[in-house]
């Protein structure tokens, strides 16, 4: 296996949240019965034209920008020509020689390591529609409503080494595509779908054959198909034959890719600028404005959180691993102040997190408000709440049982007890009742002491301070 | 009645407004005379006279009320390509023959809102797709001046149908001169505006970097009353530009001194024929008599216009009929053994021999390999006859010549050679790969059949175009002459 190096690259289409098509103005909407969003353009009746639609164009920039890439002042439309019955003009509208969006790239971790994906080229072009094979018997049923959604395709350079690689590329560039919200991700309804060219070779050595792994709609048939995809290379290899440059399907089934159809029946698309479209110009002022009303962008606000925040690396990627998820922490740390960031990060990071995540609830809907959260932690911090009240008042907050922290605290007496007078008493009838413990700890036992500090606790109901419920046994039990 | 036959727009709408004619009266004198002499002529392909009195009882109510649009109730002809809502829109071809369009075009909505009414729909070359409308699926259309003659294409159809007073106007569209080759051929006005001017929304598309709408009629007053209904802003199409309204009747008195006008060596070689050379040199008489100059210019590249046009043009249609595979709507083969043979056998069925040379052509042009030799090379081609129109007007404000070789050829004289059908063209073909205004006006006779005059202006430069067709016709009846009626 390690005699062979992989080399992956990307080419992704992004589903763009515009309402309207990209060339007409249809509603993008998915779910409609078969045919209802797809109006005169669309079905391309006899004398249509298509006219763009600005806002797929300000998505395109809103990516450029975003993955630090160039923005063609110029680029054209081009007709990529095929038959097939869901294309309904018998050509896409697609950009070839000069795309909107050339270079840039993104950073990936994979485990500790970082790395620079390097993009070629992201172009706008519209989606063609669906043939439904079932239910027709024997025949195809034709649906136009995706026909002319607008999609970025995004194009990596063959960057990536291994599936692992490519999971954390396609992850990244989701989360950046969700963050910028230029597409909803949704995966399921094919908003976000990857190609992945894959090939081996040598390392050091030429480029191996590639072949194209189509329409890959989950990080996980992404990563399965290209392991079995590089397996089966490799085997062929060393087989003795050569791979042949194809284009191959996944069946998440049977786990295996097949080819779908060889380099000598590959289309001749007869690519030229559609005359239709004018030449799309995007002046410099266009740019900004756009990047004017851009948001932080997820590598910069990372930066931020371990700069102004004393936040680890990990922590402010986690924090800012989406804008729902990051935009709740610093609402939170509004109202708990920066000086709680450490403790606010490890609330949003632990207990919310995993509630959030057994009750499969989005953090944009979580049952404990940012605000609520913020002034729970504040009693933290002032030694009003134990971790463990600070448990139960965040049930509390959970199941809706009060308006915030401090209305639990009174309503329920859990306040902390750190009043030396208040738990001398207890620790007094502690001591008395457990001689044995006490004798145990004197011989050197020290498990015999934290058995002590539980009995505290339970005799105070979990209200006593316990750093200070520790520090006032010591004292007694070495007096 | 018969005046009305003859009359020009301006006439007709004063009759209208004083209601000497009612638009239902005009309206079924028309499709009178289409009943009666359209069977010969066969000019239209559609005519529907519920639809066509209806609209003139509403234009009729519209000028009751006063304050109407000038065309209020005066009926036309839309060439088929035009889609026109709940009209059957062929396009000249089988594929097409049955198709009901759900929607108007851009300049049928126009045409609509300034209270025409519509006729019917007429015969063409098959998808635009010729020079003597012999390409049509629904047969030839005859030349009202000889009947044994072509009438010229692809808008022969709305050429003849005016030439024969079936129709006081009708719409055209020009690709390579298939407005003003037909109207010289059968003596019209016929214009073709500057690219841009007139939107291509619900026009069925032949060459969409070429093709152009625009009026075909008795005279330039008539075409620029029309233009001025048919041209504006459509934001429906991209390459349709936004520019102020223009009245294109504003100039066309103004006298002609001055008037520079540059005659193209190029287009007065050999090829033409003496007739034809002859009245056009009696013109351009004309023109100096009224004031105006004649200039030699150059335009050295026009001799490629021909090839370019032939590369370009068929590249552009080989992907813009490719939606008509026979899946959503248009003929569908009756059997086919799967999804290719259902599309081989549909459009083989559906197309004719012309169309199909030129989806071959434009499908070879666009292939890897020959791309850069043939569709960027013609590109470049086209650039350089648009810099020699931008050149020639440095010394000239109009550019005359012939429009057409010849008159009206005979049925068959050219189909069998592409080439020389394509080449009757060959005046008319650089005007539109420069996106230049051009038009066609009758300037005298030669074997007892129209000869055309080509004027040619820079971009945008149709008022003044008008102005100069106009006091030629002033001063000229060759325009108002109609052929005499063929036996029914």
């Known amino acids: 296996m390690s005699q062979w190096e992989v080399v992956i690259g990307l080419e992704t289409h992004v589903q763009l949240q515009t309402k309207s098509k990209i060339f007409s103005g249809a509603s993008t909407a998915f779910g409609a019965e078969p045919n209802r969003q797809a109006c005169a353009v669309d079905i391309a009746l006899p004398g249509v034209l298509p006219v763009l639609n600005r806002e797929a164009v300000v998505c395109a920039i809103k990516f450029g920008l975003a993955v630090g890439a160039n923005i063609a002042p110029r680029s054209v439309f081009a007709r990529k020509n095929y038959f097939y019955p869901d294309l309904p003009k018998g050509y896409q509208i697609s950009q070839f020689e000069i795309p909107v969006v050339a270079g840039g790239g993104l950073t990936i971790r994979v485990g500790e390591t970082e790395k620079f994906v390097h993009l070629t080229r992201a172009h706008l072009e519209e989606d063609a529609g669906k043939s439904l094979h079932e239910d027709f018997h024997g025949k195809t049923g034709i649906d136009l409503n995706r026909a002319g959604t607008p999609l970025l395709e995004i194009v990596t350079e063959p960057d990536m080494r291994s599936s692992a690689e490519a999971v954390a590329y396609a992850k990244a560039l989701h989360s950046l595509v969700t963050w910028i919200g230029i597409c909803d991700g949704n995966m399921q309804e094919g908003s976000f779908r ?75 698309y007869r690519y030229f600028p559609d ?41 402010a990627a986690t924090l800012a691993a989406t804008r729902d998820s990051a935009r ?95 738990i001398e008493p207890i620790i007094d009838e502690v001591l008395a009742a457990n001689p044995k413990s006490v004798e145990e700890f004197r011989t050197g036992k020290e498990k015999a002491f934290n058995a002590l500090v539980g009995q505290v606790m339970k005799a105070s109901k979990g209200k006593a301070n316990p750093q200070q419920v520790n520090d006032l046994l010591r004292k007694k039990l070495s007096a | 009645m018969t005046d009305f036959v003859n009359a020009s727009l301006r006439e007709i709408a004063a009759a209208l407004a004083q209601k000497k004619i009612s638009s239902v009266e005009l309206t079924t004198l028309f499709l009178d005379r289409i009943e009666q002499l359209n069977p010969t002529l066969n000019a239209f392909i559609t005519v529907d006279r519920d639809k066509a009195l209806a609209a003139a009882h509403a234009a009729d109510a519209k000028l009751g009320a006063g304050g109407a649009a000038t065309l209020t109730g005066i009926p036309l002809a839309h060439k088929d390509i035009f889609c026109a809502e ?60 000889n009947p044994a003659c072509v009438p010229g294409g692809s808008s022969g159809g709305s050429a003849a149908a005016v030439a024969a007073r079936l129709a006081p106007a009708a719409t055209g569209t020009d690709t390579g001169g298939s407005i003003r080759q037909p109207a010289a051929l059968c003596g019209l006005t016929g214009l073709k ?53 223009e009245d294109y009747c504003r100039d066309l008195d103004k006298p002609l001194q001055g008037l520079r006008i540059g005659l193209p060596r190029e287009f007065f070689g050999a090829g033409m024929d003496a007739g034809v050379r002859a009245a056009v040199d009696a013109a351009l008489a004309e023109y100096r008599k009224l004031g105006a100059t004649t200039v030699e210019v150059s335009l050295p590249n026009s001799g490629l216009s021909v090839p370019a046009y032939y590369v370009i043009a068929p590249a552009e249609a080989s992907s813009n009929l490719s939606r008509f595979d026979g899946v959503r709507y248009g003929h569908r083969a009756a059997d086919y053994a799967d999804l290719d043979d259902m599309y081989a056998k549909s459009r083989a069925e559906g197309f004719g021999a012309e169309v199909k040379r030129r ?130």
């Open chain 2, 193 to 245: 505006p500057t690219y841009g001017v007139v939107s291509r929304y619900g026009m069925i598309a032949f060459a969409s970097s070429l093709d152009q709408g625009g009026p075909m009629a008795k005279s330039a007053e008539d075409c620029a009353l029309l233009l001025g209904a048919m041209a504006g802003f459509d934001p429906r199409d991209s390459t349709s530009l936004e520019r102020p309204a």
């Open chain 1, 275 to 315: 005359p239709d479209l004018l030449p799309l110009e995007i002046q410099p002022e266009w740019i900004a404005a756009v990047k004017a009303g851009l948001p932080e962008l997820p590598q910069a606000m990372q930066q931020r959180f371990q700069a102004s925040y004393g936040l680890s690396a990990y922590d």
């Open chain 2, 86 to 145: 709940g009209w059957r829109t062929t396009c000249g071809s089988k594929m097409l023959a049955d198709f009901v369009a759900p929607y108007d075009a851009h300049v049928v909505e126009r045409l609509n809102a300034a209270g025409m009414v519509p006729l019917g729909k007429c015969n063409m070359d098959e998808f635009a797709m010729g020079s003597s409308n012999e390409t049509s699926f629904f047969g030839p259309v005859k030349n009202p001046w």
């Open chain 1, 194 to 268: 990857c190609d992945a060219n894959v090939s081996v070779r040598k390392p050091g050595g030429p480029l191996g054959t590639r072949r194209e792994i189509k329409n890959l709609n989950s990080f996980r048939f992404l990563q399965q198909a290209i392991d079995y995809e590089i397996q089966w290379q490799i085997a062929e290899i060393e087989e003795g034959r050569k791979i042949q440059q194809a284009t191959v399907l996944f069946d998440p089934d049977t786990g295996e890719t097949r080819a779908m159809r060889s380099k000598e029946d590959a289309h001749d």
């Open chain 2, 359 to 488: 989806i071959l052509i434009g499908t070879y042009v666009l292939s890897h390999g020959y791309y850069d030799a043939y569709y960027l090379k013609a590109q470049k081609v086209r650039r350089l006859i648009a810099a020699d129109f931008q050149e020639a007007f440095k010394s000239c404000d109009v550019i005359a010549g012939p429009t057409a070789p010849s008159v009206a050829f005979k049925f068959g004289a050219k189909s069998a050679d592409p080439v020389q059908m394509y080449l009757s063209d060959i005046y008319t073909i650089a005007v539109n790969l420069a996106g230049l205004p051009g038009m066609s006006i009758p300037c005298g006779f030669d074997k007892d059949l129209p000869v055309g005059l080509q004027l040619v202006a820079p971009w945008f430069g149709e008022a003044r175009m008008l102005n100069v067709a106009h006091r030629y016709q002033l001063v000229t009846d060759w325009h108002a002459r109609m052929p005499a009626e063929p036996a029914a």
């Open chain 1, 328 to 422: 709740f922490y610093e609402d939170a740390l509004a109202v708990a102040g920066k000086d709680n960031a450490k403790l606010c990060a490890n609330w949003v990071m632990g207990e919310l997190a995993a509630r959030l995540n057994r009750d499969e609830k989005e953090i944009a809907a979580s049952p404990v408000s940012a605000a609520q959260l913020a002034g729970m932690i504040r009693r933290i911090a002032d030694g009003t709440l134990s971790s463990k009240l600070a448990k139960e008042v965040f049930d509390a907050l959970w199941n809706g049982d009060g308006k915030d922290a401090d209305a639990i605290i009174e309503v329920r007496g859990l306040r902390q007890v750190s009043d030396a007078s208040a």
